[in-house]
Each structure stands twice: as structure tokens, then as C-alpha cells.
């Protein structure tokens, strides 16, 4: 429901749809107020100067059926000649003062006739005046609701480059650079594509640019932290050594992580075997349930260790208390890691699998390291055909889902 409040495409249609009832109103405004009332009282005039004509021309029944087929007045005489009708339900001169039906279809007029009787005349011109305004009103709506049912479908086709723009988008969020959208118009729309095929291949080269000099970097760093590791060997036993060592071990290990993740880039580096998933997680100090005692999968094994030992360090930086579940469906096995930590802000969730992204600082009780676990993770799971996503308990703290293709 909120999607069609939100949505261009139904308000558009909302207002074909106001437009149209207001049109129809507006003519059905026009006939009653204006033109009915008009037309109603000039023919009621003509008609009483017309059948006192009639009347005095004091007709017969054979006279007055020629005038009911010849112009729709039926007539009822009551008088000394007798008493006769041109229709069964006209009235006589007693009652015709108490039907008064002139907005359903006739009036009833009395005129006194020459030879002392009284003629009732009924014209059934109203009558056909509301079949003709109902099959007005009735071809307006019919044509409206034609004209509303084409504007649908021209709008969905005319907005249709739109819905793939949202879609573009959606997809490009979700981190897959290689969105090309088909671009079959030459309007506004049309433009619009272009330009978001051409911003998705501007960001897709600029991503690969940042990809290949941290790679660069991690490379050409390798030579002179060797170096440093060998000159490191001439200095002195103490703190300060000991501090350098420290630094340069970490800085080894970033590098590692920065070509791991080169090496994990569209499915490379991962090579898949049948292994027991409930084995490998196991091997954590960590809690573990699982829906069956042994879950078979092809994974590689080492990365998937990687995996589970990553998502563990992270739920422990925030957290007292982390545990894994472990469940299966027909084609699918779902692994979450649930901690019992603060959570994750909400504007951080998004960003929470880029490299080198790190959640506040203050929100941990160890250091929160380089930002690459996570961002390895992801190309990890991505090379197994699986996804990885991170969402905030109900009651608290996190939970890592990662699904993987059984």
C-alpha cells in the first residue's frame, strides 16, 4: 500500500481518474441545472398553447391515437360522448391532479372540453428526454473509462524506462557494478538512462582504479617492509624494538589481507570440495546449534574457516557472548553468528562490507583493526554463490547471516 502512494505512475493515474469524474460531473451539472430545465419549460409552454388547440378542436379516439403515434400526446376524454383513453394507464380528471410525474417520464394536463367533458392530455416527451440524457451520460462514462484504460497503459509504457531506473539503482546499492540498463526511447527518459549507464561505468572504473593501486601498493610495500624486517634484526633487544616488530607485523598482515582480497576477486582463488560445515565451525571455541549433526556442502574449506573464525573476532570486539546456528532448506545452507554486543548503527549497515569501513571506534573494547575482515568475508561467500548480510537484534546485540548454495 505505501508503494502505490509513493508511486508517479499511480498518482498519474489517480489524477486521469479526477479529471475524468470531474468532467463527468460537470456535464451531468450542464444537462440537469441548465439544459433540462431550459428545454422542460419552452416545450411545457408550446405544449398547453398546442392541446388547447387540440381540445378545441374537440378530437375523437380514432384522432387522438393519430396524435399519440404522431407525436407522443396520449389523450382521455370524459364527458357526455362517452369516455375513452389512448393508453390504459392514463387517468381521469378525478385523479390526474394527484400524478404529477413529470420527472418520471410524463405530466398530466385537464382541459375542459366544448361539449362540457374534461380531456387529459399526457405528453411522454420527458420520458424520452431522460432515456436520451441516460444514454448520454452512459456513452460519457463508457468513453471515460475507455480513455482512463488506454491512459493506463500508455503511462505504464511511457514509464516503463523509469521502473528499470529504479531497478538500476536497486541493483547498483547492492554492489553489482555491471549494471547496463536498455535504453529503447529517445525522450527525457531516454537521457535519464544514459546518463545512469554512463555514472555506473564512471563509478565501475574508478572502483577498479582504488582496487588496483591498493594492489599496486600492497606489492611494491612487500620489498622495503622485508627490508625493514631485516635491519630490524640489527637493532637492539628493547621496548622499542619490540614496538617496531609489532608494527610491522601488522602492516604485513593488512597487505596480506589487501592481496587476498585481489585473489578472491569474481569466484578466483576458491577451491570447492565436499566438506562437513558443522565440522569445520566446531573447531571455534563458540556455541554452536545446528539442525542436523552433519551438513555436507562444497565449500572450500580453508576459506570458509576464514569465514566463521572473521565473523567470530568481530562479534568479540563488540560483545561478551557470540554463538552460531546453523539450519538447511531444499537448496540452501543458512549459518548466523548472533552477539549480545550494542548493535550496529543503522547508517553503518550499508558500508559495513566495504574495505577498510570500521564501525565507531568507541563502540569496541579491542581495536577495531584495518576494516578488512568483513570485505573479505563478503568475497568469500560471493565466490561460493552465497550472500552475506548484518542486521540488529530485536532484543539487542547483532547477527551475520551468510547463505550458501547446498
Known amino acids: 500500500m505505501s508503494k502505490v502512494r509513493v508511486s508517479i505512475f499511480a498518482k498519474l493515474v489517480a489524477i486521469m481518474l479526477i479529471m475524468a469524474i470531474s468532467l463527468l460531473g460537470i456535464v451531468v451539472a450542464f444537462f440537469v441545472l441548465i439544459v433540462s430545465p431550459s428545454m422542460n419549460h419552452a416545450a411545457e409552454a408550446l405544449f398547453r398553447e398546442h392541446i388547447a388547440r387540440v381540445a378545441a378542436n374537440r378530437p375523437n379516439l380514432a384522432a387522438a391515437q393519430h396524435l399519440a403515434e404522431r407525436a407522443n400526446i396520449h389523450v382521455r376524454y370524459d364527458g357526455p360522448a362517452g369516455s375513452w383513453a389512448t393508453a390504459a394507464w392514463m387517468p381521469s380528471a378525478a385523479e390526474a391532479p394527484n400524478k404529477v410525474y ?3 417520464g410524463h405530466g398530466y394536463y385537464v382541459v375542459p372540453a366544448p361539449d362540457g367533458g374534461t380531456y387529459v392530455f399526457a405528453w411522454v416527451f420527458r420520458r424520452h428526454m431522460i432515456t436520451v440524457h441516460n444514454v448520454l451520460l452512459t456513452l460519457t462514462l463508457a468513453i471515460m473509462v475507455g480513455v482512463i484504460v488506454m491512459t493506463h497503459f500508455v503511462l505504464r509504457r511511457l514509464l516503463r524506462p523509469l521502473l528499470a531506473l529504479g531497478d538500476g ?8 557494478l555491471d549494471v547496463v540498463l536498455p535504453n529503447p526511447t529517445r525522450d527525457e527518459f531516454g537521457t535519464l538512462t544514459d546518463a545512469f549507464n554512463q555514472m555506473v561505468g564512471r563509478v ?5 582504479a582504488r582496487d588496483q593501486l591498493l594492489l599496486d601498493v600492497s606489492h611494491e610495500l612487500r620489498s622495503p617492509i622485508t627490508r625493514m624486517r631485516v635491519a630490524l634484526e640489527l637493532v637492539p ?8 616488530k609489532n608494527d610491522l607485523a601488522e602492516m604485513e598482515l593488512m597487505i596480506a589481507e589487501l592481496l587476498e582480497l585481489e585473489r578472491l576477486r569474481e569466484g578466483r582463488g576458491v577451491s570447492l570440495a565436499r566438506q562437513d560445515l558443522v565440522a569445520i565451525v566446531r573447531e571455534l571455541p563458540v556455541r554452536v546449534t545446528s ?9 572450500d574449506a580453508e576459506r570458509m574457516r576464514t569465514v566463521v573464525r572473521n565473523l567470530i573476532e568481530n562479534a568479540q570486539k563488540y560483545a561478551s557472548h557470540a554463538e552460531i546456528d546453523l539450519s538447511t532448506t531444499d537448496d540452501r545452507v543458512v549459518m ?7 548493535g550496529i548503527p543503522d547508517s553503518d549497515l550499508a558500508s559495513l562490507f566495504e ?19 568483513l570485505s573479505i568475508c563478503k568475497r568469500i561467500v560471493e565466490a561460493h554463490g552465497g550472500t552475506i548480510t548484518a542486521e540488529n537484534n530485536l532484543g539487542g546485540g547483532a547477527t551475520f547471516t551468510v547463505t550458501l548454495p547446498r
Open 291 to 299: 539442525s542436523a549433526p552433519e551438513i555436507l556442502v562444497d565449500i
Open 169 to 176: 539503482v536497486a541493483r547498483l546499492s547492492s554492489g553489482q
Open 336 to 342: 548466523r553468528v548472533r552477539d549480545d554486543g550494542p
Open 102 to 104: 413529470r420527472f418520471l
Open 237 to 244: 633487544d628493547d621496548q622499542n624494538r619490540a614496538l617496531m
Open 355 to 373: 574495505p577498510f569501513f570500521r564501525v565507531n571506534r568507541s563502540r569496541s573494547k579491542t581495536p577495531a583493526g584495518y576494516g578488512l575482515g
Open 204 to 208: 565501475r572504473d574508478m572502483i577498479r
